[in-house]
């Protein structure tokens, strides 16, 4: 009886309820800017975490959210040569403000991201041979499992200037990391043995 | 020849006529003196005086002058110059239960208009027993009645007041010449005369005259107190007066009739200054509008207009009129008619009433009446207070204790005597800290409550006193949140009904003004982070409030 009572009570204050209260996720923030002289086709990702990025609007700028309270890196690139790395201090449920005309571009007293640069990656079996069907990832970065081409080599980019881990992976013949130095406008070239894997 | 008979008779004569007629739907003169057919359908004078004076069971003292009580009382309402009664029927010499019983079924039997006036004396001891279901009762000893068991072989006074409500005259009176205080005509059986000494007189059950639906019932004391008897008068005490006014035709109105009242208000005034202020007899009267029990006399003209009073709440109200104190309550006093100033106040305390009356020959005003018609109906009352979630996790999350303000708005005496509709609104704000796996962010709400109330006022003292409230209320509750945070929701409300109580105490300061203090409880669900909580909130508020 009683249980009922409170049933009937508790349906026509829900039924006389209406709206709610919701907090925000204080776990995650967002990071937004912009890129001058940002070109169609440019982008940014979070460094670490190439899925949590977003299109560069036409005036180059950007609104990433969903993105891990902390000091956090973003990948920015201007749809044309040029490539940085962006830090940013992401606050709990609040947006952290980075490029633009003024703050934050690290080399870029103009307001322009450096000059983009490009890794050469071929993979190398222990006995020297170059192995053809090996697949690359930039760690970090959204170069991932790229295959190569067919003289076994592959160029991975644009990739903001700085140091960066390179991963093989060939099925059947093991898989190799070597740590990649990508420089400003330059190609570097990364060789990275294969270490078969334990059968 | 009773008026059923002699309709009855009417009715044969009409169908002999038309039978010899031989006719159908003519009309037959009937030689039937005007008179006669007058006398059947006048309204008739029933009495029933009893008197038990001596008992069965040794342990009830013999009294002296119950006997003696009903013979005076039923001389004087014989009498055709006095109470001018159609029937006085007299039990005494000690009747039993079952012949009370008896005795007040056939009063109900010969009872057959409204406007019969019809009056019950009993002058006997009273006493106080715990029925069967443990309930301590008021009763009248009859002749077989037996100390060691009073429920089953005495009247019990609710029988009594049960058969009086049963007649169908609207006109009644009922005379207790008796009391249960365990003195003067009154014993208590061993048991309940231990378990009172050990109580309070709140313990009592409420007096019969103040439950009674009867139009009057009269008592020769208040509750608690002791009907005596005395010597020198040859009566019960009260009953001596109670007579003494029928005889001297003591028309306080001078409208040719001595009615219940104005021979109560005589009675009870004599008895007091007789008994040294030890024996105060009591009224009730339902009755509204003009008192047409009338005990002596005749109504030849129309009255002086009366104030009177006999509600329990304005006992020990002085009555002033134009000034002058003319009355103590309860009782009544005859005015001129015109225009009046009335007022009421106990002691040097605040007036309860004060108000200008027209009053017109005839006329008989309640003075209870007249308080709560002219009483300060609505009341305004800002109030400060706290306003809270009652649980903790609401409080952290949503609003936390936070100081708030408010307004009440209270119609006394609506919908029902002794309730109020009272209309609040109360409103807070404050900030708060809300966690979520380790991280922070503060937050500021507002919450915003309306209601809607219904309190019982319990005034222990009468109305000029202290008052305690108490109620359901129903409540409209907003509550507002707002994250300082870019990327929380502009502002999240949430909206919802909630039942609650109210209690609260309301404290008269003088004129206008009393002091109120109010807690709030209401229980609602609130929806946070898409889950539904059940929850109170609260609210204790106080200030002062204005009547007007």
């Known amino acids: 009886m009683r249980a009922s009572f409170l049933a009937v009570a508790a349906s026509a204050a829900l039924a006389a309820a209406c709206g709610g209260l919701e907090a925000p996720d204080l776990s995650t923030g967002a990071i937004a800017g912009r890129i001058s002289d940002a070109h169609p086709g440019g982008r940014v990702y979070v460094l670490g975490r190439p899925d949590l990025g977003a299109s560069l609007a036409a005036d180059g700028s950007f609104y990433v959210d969903g993105v891990p309270v902390g000091p956090a890196q973003l990948v920015a690139l201007d749809g044309a040569e040029r490539a940085g790395l962006l830090a940013a201090e992401v606050r709990s449920a609040e947006v952290s403000w980075v490029g633009g005309p003024s703050p934050a571009l690290p080399q870029a007293a103009e307001g322009v991201l450096p000059l983009a640069g490009f890794v050469t990656a071929r993979a190398v079996e222990p006995g020297g041979a170059a192995h053809l069907g090996a697949r690359f990832t930039v760690v970090g970065t959204d170069q991932v499992d790229v295959a190569a081409g067919a003289g076994g080599e592959v160029v991975l980019g644009p990739l903001p200037p700085g140091s960066f881990e390179l991963l093989v992976e060939a099925d059947g013949r093991g898989d190799g990391r070597a740590p990649v130095e990508v420089r400003s406008g330059e190609t570097v070239l990364a060789e990275v043995t294969l270490v078969p894997s334990a059968p | ?548």
């Open chain 2, 1 to 548: 020849m009773s008026r059923a008979a002699l309709a009855c008779a009417a009715s044969a004569l009409l169908a002999a006529c038309a039978a010899a007629s031989g006719e159908k739907g003519r009309l037959v003169p009937l030689d039937l003196p005007r008179e006669r057919v007058s006398a059947a359908h006048a309204p008739r004078r029933i009495a029933l005086v009893v008197g038990v004076q001596r008992f069965d069971d040794p342990r009830w003292r013999t009294l002296r002058y119950p006997e003696a009580d009903a013979a005076a009382v039923a001389a004087a309402l014989r009498d055709p110059e006095i109470g001018a009664f159609d029937e006085v029927e007299v039990l005494s010499g000690g009747p039993s239960r079952g012949e009370l019983e008896g005795a007040l079924q056939a009063l109900a039997g010969r009872t057959r208009d409204e406007r019969d006036t019809v009056l019950v004396y009993v002058s006997t001891h009273g006493t106080l027993a715990r029925d069967a279901t443990g309930r301590l009762r008021r009763y009248l000893v009859a002749r077989d009645t037996r100390v060691d068991a009073v429920p089953a072989t005495g009247l019990a006074l609710e029988e009594v007041e049960a058969a009086f409500d049963r007649l169908r005259s609207r006109r009644k009176v009922l005379v207790l010449a008796a009391c249960h205080s365990g003195d003067g005509k009154s014993l208590l059986p061993d048991d309940v005369q231990a378990e009172l000494a050990g109580i309070k007189s709140g313990f009592f059950p409420p007096p019969l005259e103040e439950v009674s639906r009867a139009r009057v019932v009269l008592a020769a004391s208040d509750f608690g107190e002791t009907a005596r008897e005395d010597e020198a008068l040859g009566h019960d005490v009260y009953t001596h007066f109670l007579l003494e006014a029928l005889r001297l035709g003591l028309d306080r109105n001078g409208d040719g009739a001595v009615t219940a009242s104005e021979a109560h208000d005589h009675a009870r005034r004599r008895t007091y200054e007789f008994t040294g202020g030890r024996q105060r007899p009591s009224a009730h009267s339902s009755e509204v509008g003009a008192d047409a029990v009338v005990l002596a006399g005749r109504v030849r003209r129309a009255g002086r207009p009366e104030l009177y009073s006999y509600a329990g709440r304005l006992d020990g109200f002085t009555l002033r009129v134009d000034g002058a104190p003319l009355a103590e309550l309860p009782g009544g006093v005859a005015l001129p008619p015109g225009r009046h100033r009335v007022q009421l106040a106990k002691g040097g305390g605040p007036e309860l009433l004060d108000a200008a009356v027209r009053l017109r020959d005839g006329e008989r005003v309640d003075l209870a009446h007249l308080v709560d018609r002219a009483g300060r109906r609505w009341e305004v009352a800002p109030r400060v207070g706290v306003l809270s979630f009652l649980d903790a996790r609401s409080r952290r999350d949503v609003a936390g204790a936070s100081p708030g303000a408010g307004l009440a708005a209270t119609l006394r005496g609506w919908p029902a005597a002794g309730l109020s509709l009272r209309l609040d609104l109360a409103a807070t704000a404050g900030d708060g800290r809300f966690v979520q796996g380790g991280f922070e962010a503060p937050f500021d709400f507002r919450v915003l409550s309306a209601g809607a109330s219904l309190p019982w006022r319990i005034a222990p003292r009468g109305s000029a006193g202290p008052a305690l409230l108490a109620g359901p209320r129903l409540s409209a509750v907003y509550v507002e949140r707002r994250f300082r945070r870019a990327l929380a929701p502009p502002g999240e409300s949430y909206f919802t009904l909630a039942p609650g109580l109210l209690l609260g105490v309301a404290v008269p300061l003088g004129g206008r003004v009393s002091l109120g203090a109010e807690l709030q409880l209401d229980w609602t669900i609130v929806r946070v982070d898409g889950e539904d909580r059940s929850t109170g909130f609260g609210a204790l508020l106080g200030g002062v409030g204005w009547s007007f």
